[in-house]
Structures are given as structure tokens and as C-alpha cells.
């Protein structure tokens, strides 16, 4: 049910804009089609490590959006004392009190309860959740939630931002497949903070206030702190499935331009008579100086004598020996030299 209502606030959002998509569809239809169409599509092929890693990295972080959301659930004072929207604070306080079993509140939980004496703050609590009204002590429920919200927008604010920077990490590399959809990522994530933020603000909680049955209570508070989990995760796999799709030239393929290859090569070339260059300046420099002729020259002599003394060694290991008769036992050696001799006589 939550996520209906979801999507119904959404699309009233959406109505709000329809002056804006008159001038964007224009833009935004061509590249729709260029991406349908598969416009630089190229041969299928395996996916590199690197393209592997960056996937790991959006699959990372959605496991700490996971994680996140499981610490930051908090617990929500209504479902708790079975009580309704209509339910007073004091009443709300002697419910607490006896779920907690105890015969006084904390400091904190007074702070709550006293927000719970207005029809306005109880419905303002659906909205911005338990911490900002035990928590937030410059907080009040009679500017009409704004000094709420400018509260819990680090809370709001953080999940996205941590996904903003997986997103910039997976399609920050040197690889031209995943680079060419990190501007999409960040307008995908920065709009969907912004409406976020906005869908929050101008919720209509009076609705919430004049409910007279629970189940028409949207707690969008809890609800949207369980869909901003989905969605950011349903975002990095997306956008996963797209970086492997690219990679292995099956979607949006962009090939290295022949000017990047040029520019490879000659990069490569460069690097190579440089290194030549630096061989030619050492060679010189030995060839001039008397000293250092003379520990080259001694230092060939002695790599040649230890050669020749190793091979020596080796000629005259009996295990060698013994390899050489057996092969030379094994070999017609006359019957070789006839068959090379006809063969160049055939030529």
C-alpha cells in the first residue's frame, strides 16, 4: 500500500511539471531512440577484469545501503502503543511508559511526547520519523516541518551521496564504455535526491491528520526509508547491467577511436626511441672513457671464461656422455646425410 501511495504522490509531482517536458521531450526523445536502436553497438566479447571490479564496486555499495538502512530503522511510537492518530500525548506518554516498563520517561522521549500535544505535530511525525522529534531540540512543529526537514537532510541526503560516490568510482576509470555513463549516473542521482527532498517538504501530512483509521495513515517517513534502499540498489544493479552490457559489446558499444590508437602508437614509438637514445648515450659514454672500456672488457672476459668453464663441466658429465651415445646410437647418421644430399639435388 505504501508504495502505491508512493507512486500516486509521484505522479502528482509529475503533473506539476508538464510545462517543462514540452521543451525537454525534443532533446531527450532522439536520445532515446539512438540508445534503442543500439547505435555503436559492437562484436560481442569477453569482459575484462577492470569492468568486473567496477561491478563489484556498485554491488559493494549497495550491500552498505543495505546495511545502512538496517541501523538507521527507528522505531515508530504509534505502532508500538497500538495507538491512533487521534491519540493524545499524555495518553501516547502512559503507553510508553508502560511499554518500557518503567514509571518515567528519558529526557528525549519527553521531548517527543511533549511534540505529540498538536494534531499538527502528531501528523508532522509520519513524515520526518523518531529521531528529529527526540533527537532535535532546536526543532519545531509550527513552521510547518521546516526546521524538521533542514534536520534530517544529512539522514535524507547521506544515501544518496554514498551512492553518488560508487557511481563516480565504477564509471570513473580509463575504460570508455563505463566513462561514457557517469554524466547519466549523476543527473540520475542528483534528481532523484532533489525530488526526494521536495516530495518530503511539501507532503500533505494533513491528510494523515484527518485519517480516522490506521491503515489510511501513510507513514512516509518509514515507507521512504524503505524505498530510497530499493531504489539506490535497484539503481547500482542497473547501472551494472548496463556497464557489463557496454563492456562485452552488446549495448552501446564505443569502440577506441582509430585517433586514440594513432596517439597509442605514437606514444609507444616515442617511448622506444627514447629508449634507444638513452642506449646510444651509455654506449658513447663507455666508448670514451678509458676506465670504463676497461670494466666492460673485463667484465666480458670474465662472463666468457665462466661460460666456457661451465660448458666444459657439462661436456664432461658422464650423464651427458651417456646422452650422446644413446643418441647417436638411435640416429642413422650415414642414412641422414643421404637423404639431405638427395634432397638437394632435387632443388
Given at each position: 500500500?505504501?508504495?502505491?501511495?508512493?507512486?500516486?504522490?509521484?505522479?502528482?509531482?509529475?503533473?506539476?511539471?508538464?510545462?517543462?517536458?514540452?521543451?525537454?521531450?525534443?532533446?531527450?526523445?532522439?536520445?532515446?531512440?539512438?540508445?534503442?536502436?543500439?547505435?555503436?553497438?559492437?562484436?560481442?566479447?569477453?569482459?575484462?577484469?577492470?569492468?568486473?571490479?567496477?561491478?563489484?564496486?556498485?554491488?559493494?555499495?549497495?550491500?552498505?545501503?543495505?546495511?545502512?538502512?538496517?541501523?538507521?530503522?527507528?522505531?515508530?511510537v504509534f505502532w508500538e502503543t497500538g495507538s491512533r492518530m487521534q491519540t493524545s500525548g499524555e495518553v501516547l506518554g502512559?503507553?510508553?511508559?508502560?511499554?518500557?516498563?518503567?514509571?518515567?520517561?528519558?529526557?528525549?522521549?519527553?521531548?517527543?511526547?511533549?511534540?505529540?500535544?498538536?494534531?499538527?505535530?502528531?501528523?508532522?511525525?509520519?513524515?520526518?520519523?523518531?529521531?528529529?522529534?527526540?533527537?532535535?531540540?532546536?526543532?519545531?512543529?509550527?513552521?510547518?516541518?521546516?526546521?524538521?526537514?533542514?534536520?534530517?537532510?544529512?539522514?535524507?541526503?547521506?544515501?544518496?551521496?554514498?551512492?553518488?560516490?560508487?557511481?563516480?568510482?565504477?564509471?570513473?576509470?580509463?575504460?570508455?564504455?563505463?566513462?561514457?555513463?557517469?554524466?547519466?549516473?549523476?543527473?540520475?542521482?542528483?534528481?532523484?535526491?532533489?525530488?526526494?527532498?521536495?516530495?518530503?517538504?511539501?507532503?500533505?501530512?494533513?491528510?494523515?491528520?484527518?485519517?480516522?483509521?490506521?491503515?489510511?495513515?501513510?507513514?512516509?517517513?518509514?515507507?521512504?526509508?524503505?524505498?530510497?534502499?530499493?531504489?539506490?540498489?535497484?539503481?547500482?544493479?542497473?547501472?551494472?547491467?548496463?556497464?557489463?552490457?557496454?563492456?562485452?559489446?552488446?549495448?552501446?558499444?564505443?569502440?577506441?577511436?582509430?585517433?586514440?590508437?594513432?596517439?597509442?602508437?605514437?606514444?609507444?614509438?616515442?617511448?622506444?626511441?627514447?629508449?634507444?637514445?638513452?642506449?646510444?648515450?651509455?654506449?658513447?659514454?663507455?666508448?670514451?672513457?678509458?676506465?670504463?672500456?676497461?670494466?666492460?672488457?673485463?667484465?666480458?672476459?670474465?662472463?666468457?671464461?665462466?661460460?666456457?668453464?661451465?660448458?666444459?663441466?657439462?661436456?664432461?658429465?658422464?650423464?651427458?656422455?651417456?646422452?650422446?651415445?644413446?643418441?647417436?646410437?638411435?640416429?642413422?647418421?650415414?642414412?641422414?646425410?643421404?637423404?639431405a644430399a638427395d634432397f638437394f639435388k632435387a632443388l
Amino acid at each position: 500500500m505504501g508504495i502505491l501511495n508512493d507512486v500516486l504522490y509521484y505522479y502528482e509531482v509529475a503533473q506539476q511539471f508538464r510545462g517543462v517536458v514540452v521543451f525537454v521531450l525534443p532533446f531527450v526523445l532522439p536520445w532515446l531512440r539512438k540508445v534503442w536502436n543500439g547505435e555503436g553497438r559492437g562484436p560481442a566479447k569477453p569482459v575484462g577484469r577492470k569492468t568486473w571490479a567496477l561491478i563489484g564496486v556498485l554491488l559493494a555499495v549497495s550491500v552498505l545501503q543495505v546495511y545502512y538502512w538496517k541501523k538507521t530503522i527507528e522505531e515508530n511510537v504509534f505502532w508500538e502503543t497500538g495507538s491512533r492518530m487521534q491519540t493524545s500525548g499524555e495518553v501516547l506518554g502512559s503507553r510508553l511508559k508502560k511499554l518500557r516498563q518503567r514509571d518515567y520517561l528519558g529526557e528525549q522521549e519527553e521531548l517527543m511526547i511533549s511534540r505529540f500535544a498538536t494534531d499538527v505535530g502528531r501528523a508532522l511525525y509520519t513524515v520526518y520519523g523518531t529521531d528529529a522529534y527526540m533527537n532535535c531540540e532546536w526543532c519545531e512543529v509550527t513552521d510547518g516541518g521546516v526546521s524538521l526537514l533542514i534536520y534530517s537532510l544529512p539522514s535524507i541526503l547521506c544515501p544518496y551521496l554514498i551512492n553518488l560516490f560508487g557511481t563516480l568510482v565504477a564509471t570513473g576509470g580509463l575504460d570508455r564504455n563505463a566513462r561514457q555513463w557517469r554524466l547519466s549516473g549523476v543527473i540520475v542521482s542528483f534528481v532523484a535526491m532533489l525530488l526526494d527532498v521536495y516530495t518530503v517538504f511539501t507532503f500533505p501530512y494533513d491528510a494523515n491528520r484527518r485519517a480516522k483509521v490506521p491503515r489510511l495513515i501513510q507513514w512516509l517517513h518509514w515507507d521512504r526509508h524503505n524505498h530510497r534502499t530499493m531504489w539506490l540498489c535497484g539503481f547500482n544493479v542497473a547501472l551494472g547491467l548496463v556497464l557489463y552490457l557496454s563492456a562485452s559489446g552488446r549495448f552501446y558499444h564505443v569502440d577506441v577511436s582509430v585517433h586514440s590508437q594513432l596517439k597509442d602508437v605514437s606514444k609507444q614509438l616515442d617511448d622506444s626511441v627514447r629508449l634507444l637514445s638513452y642506449t646510444s648515450m651509455s654506449k658513447d659514454a663507455v666508448d670514451r672513457n678509458a676506465l670504463y672500456r676497461q670494466h666492460e672488457h673485463d667484465f666480458w672476459s670474465t662472463y666468457w671464461q665462466e661460460q666456457d668453464k661451465l660448458n666444459e663441466e657439462i661436456e664432461d658429465d658422464f650423464r651427458v656422455k651417456d646422452a650422446k651415445e644413446s643418441a647417436k646410437q638411435r640416429v642413422n647418421l650415414n642414412a641422414s646425410r643421404r637423404l639431405a644430399a638427395d634432397f638437394f639435388k632435387a632443388l
